[in-house]
């Protein structure tokens, strides 16, 4: 889908059309008083305080007519420009214009404002020439938000909307719209029994359900034995840390407010981890180590919390409680390269497994707010530029971004854009010359020296649960054959009369280690088929007198109405050879 705030036109165009909401909202409710109406990536939305009365989404459709006889009465838009004096006295009655001009900078002497017929709004423009030029929009949704996204403010009320040039690009981008909602996560994941939210329970606390603890279990296993196999030794490590953990690594300083409060218990204070490095710090530190040891790579499957804003959780794509597929490796400073190259390399061969294509390299680095990050300046010159070299030595094409940076170093992010428009981080690789030094981490060098490892950190599949909520949006719920909770469905023509041969064909599906679900129930068998289809499932086996008689199965696949009859054997060598090649 179109980002609208990096084509200029369409940005102008949806800025304007947010002034365009403004006024509609004026005319049906004239009491109402207005925020901010920003463009951003999917259109636009204005923060509307309509005091004691509600928009709902039914009443969209209303303020959509008002537009557009706004609209068809073509008033010309005309910016003018004001003191602040001025604009104090011309905004005088309403709360929120009076708060953003008076955060005005001291050298903005000269304020500018828009006006299209009886409606004038703040705003640095610019905008199109009349309103006749809004043509083609609507209106998306409403929902709530407080005023400068503080939750100690008062809830305001956001209108989202979309503006395009022609009607073919709205009828096309509604079309996609649709698309994407068919794809969220959320959706899949409630029709496909995946996981479940309960506010008894709490935001961003998602709970797996049968489906996708089969799900998880198997992306648990497929990462495990390929970090096995690249020499990773795994630990588990407790879910909860000591402030004082935090304050040696720290976190505590730089990262406190995406925690979760702290708790004391008899006179320790603690917190739920939001990560796991300071806890494999401890155990690289837990025994002496020699430069033959080196490189020394712990690897968990580690839960972690972290306090997002309410706003902000989504799903299992953004979660308060997550499963990090984490990862640190001691090294040298002259194995840096290589085992940086080696994690670049095992993503690949992952986005191979899982065909993911389209993806991009982002170099993330210190930001111009260095009060954010650890203060040693040699130190980021030194590992930025080492992360460069690298990345070039592997002749990847990647892009630089400020302020994107670990508190402690640069790193590597892997952006994946969703199938529903969502940027997303799916994998990570950092470099820390800071954690060693703050755990007086040391191994001993071949001249018998004790001297500092540089620790790199790393996340393959970043979260299981973004990794999952990324799979069901790009697969649409039909996951790969290995992955999918359910890999056969068996169904009895006649639960009277084929049920023993399909209770049979189940048996054995199983003992080869295929997921198989017999559906015997007394209901009709087109009613069982088009469910299995429901929930996605790639073969579903038909069992009737031939099959029964013959010894054979007869299966269709997902999407598909014809069949195909083989040798029991046959199928089960089939389905293997598909699961062991990851299809």
Not at 270 to 298: A, G, Q, T, W
Not at 407 to 421: C, E, N, R, T
Not at 453 to 471: E, K, M, S, W
Request: hydrophobic content about 35%.
């Amino acid at each position: 889908m179109i980002n609208i705030k990096e084509n200029e036109k369409l940005s102008i165009m949806n800025h304007s059309c947010a002034h365009l909401l403004a006024q509609a909202v004026k005319h049906l409710y004239p009491n109402a008083k207005f925020w901010v109406g920003p463009v951003i990536e999917e259109g636009f939305y204005y923060d509307i305080d309509l005091g004691d009365e509600v928009i709902h989404e039914e009443d969209l459709p209303k303020l959509e007519k008002e537009m557009k006889k706004i609209s068809k009465d073509g008033k010309r838009i005309i910016r003018e420009e004001i003191t602040k004096e001025e604009a104090l006295e011309k905004f005088k009655n309403d709360p929120y214009k009076l708060d953003l001009i008076s955060r005005m900078n001291e050298d903005e002497t000269i304020i500018s404002c828009y006006s299209q017929g009886d409606f004038t709004d703040l705003c640095r423009g610019p905008h199109v020439d009349t309103v006749k030029e809004l043509k083609y929009f609507k209106l998306l949704k409403v929902s709530g938000a407080y005023w400068k996204g503080d939750s100690k403010n008062k809830m305001l009320q956001r209108i989202y909307g979309i503006c395009f040039e022609t009607e073919e690009d709205l009828i096309k981008h509604l079309e996609e719209l649709e698309e994407a909602k068919l794809r969220d996560h959320r959706k899949l994941g409630k029709d496909l029994k995946i996981f479940m939210m309960h506010d008894l329970v709490g935001k961003g606390m998602p709970m797996w359900l049968p489906n996708g603890a089969m799900i998880r279990y198997q992306l648990e296993k497929y990462i495990k034995d390929k970090e096995i196999s690249l020499g990773y030794q795994h630990v588990y490590t407790p879910s909860l840390g000591s402030v004082n953990l935090y304050k040696t690594s720290g976190h505590w300083d730089h990262y406190q407010e995406d925690m979760f409060p702290k708790m004391t218990i008899d006179d320790e204070e603690f917190v739920l981890r939001p990560m796991n490095c300071p806890h494999h710090m401890l155990i690289f530190k837990n025994e002496l180590h020699s430069y033959r040891d080196l490189p020394i790579r712990i690897g968990e499957l580690a839960h972690d919390f972290r306090y997002e804003a309410s706003g902000a959780v989504c799903g299992l794509e953004r979660a308060r409680c997550m499963c990090q597929n984490d990862a640190h490796i001691f090294c040298s400073l002259n194995q840096v390269g290589e085992e940086f190259a080696n994690v670049v390399k095992l993503i690949l061969d992952v986005y191979q497994d899982f065909g993911f294509k389209d993806y991009s390299f982002r170099l993330s680095l210190r930001g111009e707010e260095k009060e954010k990050y650890f203060d040693d300046d040699e130190m980021w010159d030194k590992a930025e530029n080492m992360l460069r070299q690298v990345l070039t030595d592997l002749k990847l094409d990647f892009y630089e971004a400020e302020d994107e940076a670990a508190f402690y170093g640069p790193k590597l992010d892997v952006q994946v854009k969703s199938a529903i428009g969502h940027d997303v981080t799916l994998s990570t690789c950092q470099l820390d010359f800071l954690l060693p030094e703050r755990f007086d981490l040391t191994y001993i060098n071949e001249q018998g020296e004790k001297v500092r490892p540089v620790v790199i950190h790393r996340a393959i599949l970043g979260t299981l649960d973004r990794f999952t909520a990324f799979l069901l949006e790009e697969t649409k719920g039909v996951l790969p054959l290995w992955l999918a909770p359910t890999q056969v469905k068996v169904i009895p023509v006649s639960s009277e009369h084929h049920s023993e041969y399909a209770k049979k064909v189940t048996d054995e599906l199983r003992k080869n280690n295929i997921r198989a679900v017999l559906d015997e129930r007394n209901e009709k068998l087109g009613y069982r088929l088009r469910e299995a289809q429901t929930e996605k499932i790639h073969y579903t086996l038909i069992l009737g007198d031939q099959e029964q008689e013959k010894n054979t199965v007869s299966y269709r696949l997902y999407s598909q109405k014809d069949t195909t009859t083989v040798k029991l054997d046959e199928f089960i060598a089939k389905i293997k050879e598909e699961i062991e090649n990851k299809y």
